[in-house]
Antibody, heavy 121, light 107 residues
Framework: QLQLQESGPGLVKPSETLSLTCSVS??????????WAWMRQSPGKGLEWIGS???????YFIPSLRSRLTMSVDTSKNQVSLRLTSVTAADTSVYYC?????????????WGQGTMVTVSS | DIQMTQSPSALAASVGDRVTLTCRAS??????LNWYQHKPGKAPKLLIY???SLQSGVPSRFSGSGSGTDFTLTISSLQPEDFATYYC?????????FGQGTKLEIK
């Protein structure tokens, strides 16, 4: 069955760049049927959708992060990556990747367990 | 952005109880409403999609209803494994948004 596993540095300094990877196993990230999304949850707060990417590289992002955010797909490694520049303490969160169907208005049906990222000097 | 408001924020209940959680959208989202269960350190789990459709593998004690702006998730008979935080999420339009969650605790 499909599994998603996030990985990242754990600790990032303010103003630096956060890079995370979501590794997909049990299925192909190149499926034409799915988008791959990132969400985050700050301590004590709710979940926030950050953005989604298709295997072709097509993306859509939450407007508040659009200027700092990049997503990419590596089909050879079956991975999706997130890159967030100029991080601040407000970016401290658990980051999740998830899958949703390309058809419009679909739910996030499979999630990873998440990876904690702390922004601190 | 569409704001999602869940109530209550926390609920204490006993095994065997019937519980109903509520989610309200700030504007109509038809039935594009999804419910997730989240336990600490685990991957969130999709329970209900499209307001009332049960995700494959989810026990039938979970049910969803509603349309427009008001939605409910009902657990007909609480089991020990059901104590978790539940989130609603609208998939009607981007940015996709979540409610703040309802933490279901053991009484």
């Amino acid at each position: 069955q499909l599994q998603l596993q996030e990985s990242g540095p754990g600790l990032v300094k303010p103003s630096e760049t956060l890079s995370l990877t979501c590794s997909v196993s049990g299925g192909s990230i190149s499926s034409s049927k799915y988008y791959w999304a990132w969400m985050r949850q700050s301590p004590g707060k709710g979940l926030e959708w950050i953005g989604s990417i298709y295997y072709s590289g097509s993306t859509y992002f939450i407007p508040s992060l659009r200027s700092r955010l990049t997503m990419s797909v590596d089909t050879s490694k079956n991975q999706v990556s997130l890159r967030l520049t100029s991080v601040t303490a407000a970016d401290t969160s658990v980051y999740y990747c998830a899958r949703h169907e390309k058809i419009t208005k679909s739910p996030f049906d499979i999630w990873g367990q998440g990876t904690m990222v702390t922004v601190s000097s | 952005d569409i704001q999602m408001t869940q109530s209550p924020s926390a609920l204490a209940a006993s095994v065997g109880d019937r519980v109903t959680l509520t989610c309200r959208a700030s504007q109509s989202i038809s039935t594009f409403l999804n419910w997730y269960q989240h336990k600490p350190g685990k991957a969130p789990k999709l329970l209900i999609y499209g307001a009332y459709s049960l995700q494959s593998g989810v026990p039938s004690r979970f049910s969803g209803s509603g349309s427009g702006t008001d939605f409910t998730l009902t657990i007909s008979s609480l089991q020990p494994e059901d104590f978790a935080t539940y989130y609603c999420q609208q998939s009607d339009s981007t940015p996709y948004t979540f409610g703040q969650g309802t933490k279901l605790e053991i009484k």
